[in-house]
């Protein structure tokens, strides 16, 4: 702000004026910044503190170390580039308003040195960091102390410039001496609460991001896993976050009323965790779980801002005769020569000078010229980049756009991404594992999810946090087994009926006629003490079906059940069980698109066989299955519909008997019909169990219908697998099959 005797200095202008000016201006800012820095030394300047972890704290302080290094620059760049230009060159007046600012500039950065002091002292570090936070005390009043000096020393040099000539000087700041010391430092400490990220995937079908967390304070231990790695980053920042305020309050914990409180407060959040897993579905009922497109797109602006125009051109004033007058005496007006002499060094002076100012003006017209030019410059590689950051997020918004339609035209890879970002987006504890595959069969419109649950180790426990006064320490009490047990098989049961709710609920395209869910956990076998992952649940759901089905209401094991889901009655058992319809991705040769089968060896397709071969041939098939157990299969009757009937018999004189196996070789989809066909024949013979084999595949109301009765569905997979078992090799081609058949069918009609 301009002083009462700055304006003086400005109006009268006198020699030296910009250098007065200058000095006044310092002296009159400078104080109440001393008197301020004073202030935070003395403690007597209060800012709200604030608690920070481990990984805010560390981000605080490089942050901290790259701001105090700009402001270590700032006043040099500041006088070098700003009041030193304002001062004018010699012989020429200055720009009062630009030392105004120049001077204004200097105090800003004196301020923001007391401002980065007083953020640092507001700050609460972690208990490992403090000593950091200590070590970086004093180092903007350091940096500020040096500014001060030099302006003190400058002030005086400035208040009496000399008569004639420029005063041309430096600015030259020291660092703090411990801050490479205190960098070091930060890194060790770095290294040692960093985490590792991995990758792994427990399961076949995709490649998870795994980061490890450990806080050995509270000695704890996670492992964070998904599929985006982005996300893990944040869940371990968040969790090392939560652990430290954990530990923070564990320290402030010093008498027992304190420790008393923190055990209801843990016991409140144990509470609340339970209760939320307890009520998984509820949390996802009445919710639309579809995929917004539009959300997906990317709308953000170019983040990079036009570059400035160049500073105006600014000319220093032109001299003119009237500058210049001859100074003429009473001898120089009585003597002629002497007044053309005069009169001559006058004329001389003006000329000078004007040169001077034709030189200064040539040489300021040439530095605006080149700034106008890479100002030019500037702006057309900020338009290149705009154009290519607007084009690539055009296609990136134009393959969503693609993708919905594919969605909407119920394309199968389509549909199958579609369920997999449903799915993902289902919220679960951290603890949960998030892996599943997805496959879809366009024919049947069954979908099949394999799905990782929680294991038994995954799931919370503690109920209820107490504080032992003798011992003087916390102590978690958890469920009891049969608590726990029901808890466990109670989530399981609600996480299937969940995931198929979200799918059907999402299913925009009406692509969903059916959902088959297996539910997998991933354990270590007791026995053996390997790990293994089980299939211990698996059910069909219609949608028609399960539309109808209240889900705020029902209770998930008995709602399981009436779809007739197949599990162990104790799911905490981890029981392993068969599923109803299984992904297999193992045998390449059962084709469902040209691409697939142009890519496999010739083999022979079974979808083309001659049914009276393939008669025998399902006969051989079975027998070598049976023939292990001493068991035989006759051939009963034969169709040219392309079916054949068999029994076998098993010996074995607990699961065997009669069984009757009935073949299609089809090339569509198998009907209800036939499964209920099936189901009369094991009535009508006495059979203990019913086996339907096709090259196909079966309708939803096929699986439907043969839910909790003796019957084997066989699809044209599961045949290629049963072949493959007893050493044979074949393939099936059911596009190719129609169009062979369908020659053929023409070849013996004609």
């Given at each position: 702000?301009?002083t ?19 000095a ?8 109440s910044?001393?008197a ?5 030394h003395?403690g007597?300047?209060?800012a ?10 560390m ?20 006088l070098?580039?700003e ?5 004018g ?5 200055g720009?009062?308003a ?5 001077v204004?500039?200097?105090?800003d ?5 007391y401002g ?7 700050l609460?570090p972690?208990a ?12 903007a ?14 002030c ?9 000539g420029?005063l ?16 070091r ?14 990758t ?6 995709g ?16 492992l964070?896993?998904g ?8 869940k ?16 402030q ?13 843990r ?6 965790v339970?209760?939320?897993?307890g009520?998984?579905?509820?949390h ?7 995929i917004?497109w539009d959300?997906?797109k ?8 036009l570059?400035?125009?160049?500073p105006p051109?600014?000319v220093?004033?032109?001299p ?6 001859p100074?003429l005496?009473?001898f ?7 007044k ?11 000329s ?30 900020w ?23 594919a ?14 970002t ?7 504890p951290d ?23 929680p ?9 209820e946090?107490r ?8 102590i978690?009490v ?11 098989d109670?989530?399981?049961y ?9 799918l059907?609920?999402?299913?925009v395209?009406?692509?969903l ?9 991933e354990?270590?076998d007791k ?10 649940l698996s059910?069909?759901a ?27 009655s ?16 193992k ?14 060896d ?5 979808a083309?066989?001659?049914?009276e071969d ?5 006969r ?5 299955e049976?023939?292990r ?6 051939v ?7 079916g ?11 699961r065997?008997?009669k069984?009757?196996?009935q073949a299609?070789?089809?090339t ?23 086996i339907l084999?096709?090259t196909a ?13 003796p ?6 997979s599961?045949?290629?697998?049963l ?28």
């Amino acid at each position: 702000m301009m002083t009462e005797r700055a304006q003086q200095i400005v109006d009268q202008k006198p020699t030296g004026w910009e250098y007065k000016l200058t000095a006044e201006l310092l002296e009159a800012e400078l104080p109440s910044i001393r008197a301020q820095f004073d202030d935070l030394h003395r403690g007597l300047a209060l800012a709200p503190t604030k608690a920070m972890g481990g990984l805010e704290f560390m981000g605080f302080v490089r942050a901290q170390i790259q701001k105090l290094q700009v402001m270590l620059q700032q006043p040099e760049l500041i006088l070098q580039n700003e009041l030193m230009p304002a001062w004018g060159p010699a012989g020429f007046a200055g720009d009062a308003a630009a030392i105004e600012c120049a001077v204004a500039r200097f105090a800003d950065t004196c301020l923001q040195l007391y401002g980065w002091e007083r953020d640092r002292q507001a700050l609460i570090p972690p208990a490992d960091f403090k000593h950091v936070h200590e070590s970086m005390k004093g180092w903007a009043e350091h940096l500020f102390r040096q500014v001060d000096a030099t302006i003190l020393k400058l002030c005086p040099m400035l208040a009496n410039p000399p008569s004639s000539g420029r005063l041309v000087f430096e600015m030259d700041f020291k660092a703090p001496a411990n801050v490479v010391e205190v960098t070091r430092e930060l890194e060790e400490l770095d290294r040692k609460h960093s985490v590792s990220l991995s990758t792994g995937a427990t399961m076949p079908y995709g490649m998870i991001w795994q980061k490890e967390v450990r806080h050995h304070g509270l000695n704890k231990y996670r492992l964070i896993r998904g599929p985006d790695k982005y996300v893990v980053e944040q869940k371990a920042a968040a969790q090392e976050a939560t652990w430290d305020a954990m530990w923070q309050k564990k320290l402030q914990a010093q008498s027992k009323e304190a420790k008393k409180a923190l055990a209801r407060e843990r016991t409140e959040e144990a509470v609340k965790v339970i209760d939320d897993i307890g009520n998984t579905l509820c949390h996802a009922v009445g919710k639309s779980h579809k995929i917004e497109w539009d959300d997906m797109k990317d709308r953000s602006p170019f983040p990079k801002y036009l570059p400035d125009p160049p500073p105006p051109l600014r000319v220093p004033p032109e001299p003119t005769p009237s500058h210049y007058p001859p100074l003429l005496g009473l001898f120089d007006k009585l003597i002629t020569s002497r007044k053309k002499r005069k009169i001559e060094e006058s004329t001389r002076a003006f000329s000078e000078a004007h040169a001077k100012w034709d030189e200064k003006v040539n040489e300021l017209t040439c530095e605006a010229n080149a700034k106008v030019q890479a100002h030019n410059e500037a702006v057309k590689r900020w338009e290149e980049e705009k154009a290519e950051f607007l084009k690539r997020q055009e296609e990136r918004n134009s393959l969503i756009d693609k993708r919905r339609a594919a969605y909407l035209q119920k394309s199968p890879k389509s549909i199958v991404d579609y369920c997999r970002t449903v799915l993902s987006n289902s919220k679960y504890p951290d603890s949960f594992p998030k892996e599943f595959d997805v496959d879809y069969n366009p024919t049947s419109g069954i979908l099949v999810v394999e799905y990782s649950l929680p294991s038994p180790d995954d799931v919370p426990r503690t109920k209820e946090v107490r504080y032992n006064q003798t011992s003087d320490d916390h102590i978690e009490v958890p469920l009891s087994e049969s608590e726990f047990a029901k808890l466990y098989d109670s989530i399981v049961y609600q996480m299937t009926l969940r995931s198929i709710h979200e799918l059907f609920v999402a299913d925009v395209a009406h692509a969903l006629e059916a959902i088959v869910f297996n539910g997998w956990v991933e354990s270590i076998d007791k026995a053996t003490g390997k790990q293994v992952n089980a299939c211990i649940l698996s059910v069909q759901a219609r949608y028609q079906e399960f539309e109808s089905i209240n889900l705020k209401s029902v209770e998930p094991k008995s709602c399981f059940k009436a779809l007739k889901g197949v599990g162990s009655s104790k799911l905490h058992s981890l029981a392993a069980i068969a599923p109803i319809l299984q992904i297999s991705r193992k045998d390449k040769r059962f084709i469902a698109s040209r691409e697939v089968a142009d890519a496999l060896d010739e083999t022979y397709n079974l979808a083309t066989m001659d049914w009276e071969d393939f008669e025998q041939f399902i006969r051989e098939v079975f027998e070598k299955e049976f023939a292990r157990d001493g068991g035989e299969v006759k051939v009963t009757q034969a169709s040219r519909d392309g079916g054949v009937d068999a029994v076998a018999f098993d010996p074995d004189p607990i699961r065997g008997g009669k069984i009757v196996i009935q073949a299609k070789r089809y090339t569509n989809t198998v009907g209800v019909s036939a499964v209920r066909d099936l189901y009369g024949t094991v009535l009508n013979e006495g059979a203990t169990k019913g086996i339907l084999v096709t090259t196909a595949d079966y309708g939803p109301d096929a699986y439907e219908f043969a839910k909790g009765k003796p019957l084997t569905l066989l699809n044209g997979s599961n045949l290629l697998s049963l072949l493959e078992k007893h050493g044979r090799k074949a393939r099936i081609d059911l596009k190719e099959a129609k169009r062979v058949l369908g020659e053929r069918e023409k070849m013996d009609t004609a």
